[in-house]
């Protein structure tokens, strides 16, 4: 493959910072789960191509598509086998190419999944070590050690997966590899000078491609502490997220970062007049304790982005969200990127779910709850979202308003967590159940045959043909929501927000002069002043007399 030559779409300028990622809404394509183009039950890259008319419609800036790669799927595509092939389950490098071309046609750019914290235990580096013993200079490349004990038989620390069970396993001559999650996914051993070369020169290849740039998986834990030294606490997968571990957080991910931006800089358009050097980006998904070790990531010289887990997690409550909102701008003004919000993805329950659950049970759930709430909530929260500051991140069907599917049988079942019944509780497939696209028909749409998760028997209305054109439905919202986003001088761009006042429970907060947004994440209704002419609102609002009442669980947008 050659290096693109057809331009990705123009860059544009937001307030003093430049680049196009700054406000952009990426969306994110789950490839098993999002068109099958030849009806084998699995999604693939013929039939995202075959839907990205719908993406360009819908009015996103990018997709980020998670891994396509050669893997044997022991944990989805997050155990890559070969970082430069394709699955056949997903097609060919040629079917990439042409994604992403024609992706560029359409004025979308393209983010690639990058997994560099661990391979599948099938890459052939991992397959060599294995084969030529202790002592091969393969080894080293991962985290190979002797056990503890008389006879090796304990491992080496304590660490456990993030998965459950234990962080090791035992080869059969005798030594231990280091596996922060599946045995299937081997960490690598980043103090290897051959990882570091191989992992820049993976950039360069999908570079060459043309991707706009690179989501970073398990971004926080490619370094370990020198020595790998014990936890000492049996409980770890409470520290996660709260706590600096070991394997997570540690200082020295960020020098790997600061080479990286170094090759994407080499790719930048500077041929290319008015077009800021850092074009393509780098996403961190890193889990850190605070909203400022997160903004590490982001430096000037390191990566352009980073999730928002805090967000993410914060329950639907004023309050909470408004502290979670300061504290995100705050914590990203000083290393001067954009702040990002993201609401859902493929590893927690779906937000229309998780708000239609008592609050406080975390983000893997396993009961409906009360789904007209769940919906309604989910309305409100999107609208907040893509009303803030920032790029915002859109998991794929939530556009759709889909429910997890929270009573998947457990045989149909294959998130790797499920089967260590010890770690995270397991229930990821339930947000990763295929999508529908037409009211009838096999897996509604998704493909010519079945799906690879079974889809609820309800979800015919759900699809994208019974909601286009019909003003109520949710997609309807998110397509209003995004063309007034791309064309409301106010919204988008800019760093900041200014908080109006409002009763308890509302959020009501000014975007430059122009643009007003108002929250009610209360259970009744609100009466308050109307700020201005109404744009878009998630449940039908009263405005009379110059006040406005806002229905329960209620966003609504203002032109003033
Ligand atoms: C984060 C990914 O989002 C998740 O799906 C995966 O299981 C882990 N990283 C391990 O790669």
Redesign the pocket.
């Known amino acids: 493959m050659t290096q693109h030559l057809a331009a990705a779409p123009a860059a544009p300028t937001t307030g003093t910072h430049t680049g196009w990622w700054r406000d952009a809404v990426i969306y994110q394509v789950y490839p098993r789960s999002f068109a099958d183009g030849n009806g084998d039950g699995m999604g693939d890259l013929e039939g995202i191509r075959s839907r990205l008319p719908y993406l360009r419609d819908l009015g996103v800036d990018a997709v980020w598509l998670?891994p396509f790669y050669a893997s044997p799927q022991a944990?989805?595509g997050?155990?890559v086998a070969d970082y430069r092939a394709i699955d056949p389950m997903f097609g060919t490098l040629l079917d990439a190419d042409a994604l992403i071309r024609e992706a560029h046609a359409l004025d979308l750019r393209v983010i690639v999944?990058l997994?560099p914290?661990?391979s599948s235990d099938r890459h052939e580096w991992f397959q060599r070590a294995l084969k030529e013993g202790p002592g091969s200079p393969l080894r080293e490349r991962y985290h190979f050690r002797p056990g503890k004990g008389e006879s090796g038989e304990l491992p080496p620390n304590d660490w456990e997966s993030?998965?459950g069970g234990p962080a090791w396993t035992r080869t059969a001559d005798g030594e231990w590899y280091l596996h922060?999650?599946?045995p299937e996914?081997p960490d690598f051993n980043w103090e290897h000078p051959a990882v570091r070369d191989e992992f820049r020169s993976i950039l360069r290849f999908w570079l060459d491609m043309g991707v706009d740039g690179f989501r970073v998986?398990?971004a926080h834990g490619l370094v370990k502490a020198e020595g790998l030294p014990d936890i000492g606490s049996h409980d770890q997968l409470k520290l996660l997220g709260n706590d600096v571990m070991p394997f997570f957080d540690q200082d020295g991910v960020h020098e790997i970062y600061r080479s990286w931006n170094q090759v994407l800089t080499e790719y930048s358009p500077s041929l290319r007049p008015g077009v800021p050097p850092r074009d393509r980006i780098l996403v961190a998904?890193a889990w850190t304790p605070t909203v400022e070790r997160t903004a590490n990531y982001v430096r000037p010289d390191e990566m352009h982005q980073a999730f928002n887990f805090q967000y993410l997690g914060t329950h639907w409550d004023a309050a909470e969200l408004r502290t979670v909102i300061d504290a995100s701008l705050a914590a990203m003004r000083p290393v001067g990127a954009p702040t990002t919000w993201v609401l859902s993805?493929?590893?927690v329950t779906r937000h229309a779910t998780r708000f239609a659950n008592p609050p406080g049970l975390g983000t893997q759930l396993r009961t409906p709850g009360d789904r007209a709430l769940g919906l309604r909530r989910a309305r409100a929260a999107s609208l907040l979202m893509l009303a803030l500051p920032g790029s915002a991140y859109v998991y794929q069907g939530e556009e759709l308003g889909l429910p997890d599917v929270t009573d998947l049988p457990d045989e149909v079942r294959q998130d790797?967590?499920f089967f260590r019944a010890t770690g995270q509780d397991g229930y990821?497939d339930g947000c990763r159940v295929p999508i529908p696209w037409t009211e009838t028909g096999p897996s509604y749409g998704f493909g010519a045959g079945g799906s690879w998760l079974p889809q609820p028997t309800t979800w015919g209305p759900l699809s994208v043909e019974s909601q286009t054109g019909d003003p109520h439905s949710t997609l309807e919202l998110y397509r209003s929501a995004l063309t007034i986003r791309r064309t409301h001088p106010d919204l988008g761009a800019g760093e900041s927000l200014t908080w109006l006042p409002s009763p308890d429970g509302v959020l009501a907060f000014t975007r430059h002069p122009g643009f007003t947004c108002t929250a009610n994440t209360t259970g009744a209704p609100v009466s308050l002043p109307a700020p201005g002419r109404l744009l878009l609102a998630s449940t039908e609002v009263t405005v009379a007399g110059g006040m406005v009442t806002l229905p329960a669980d209620t966003t609504a947008w203002w032109a003033v």
Do not use: T
Request: proline residues 4%.
């Open positions: 998670s944990d989805a997050y155990d999944d997994v914290n661990h993030i998965f922060l999650f599946a996914q998986d398990v998904e993805n493929h590893d790797p967590s990821r």
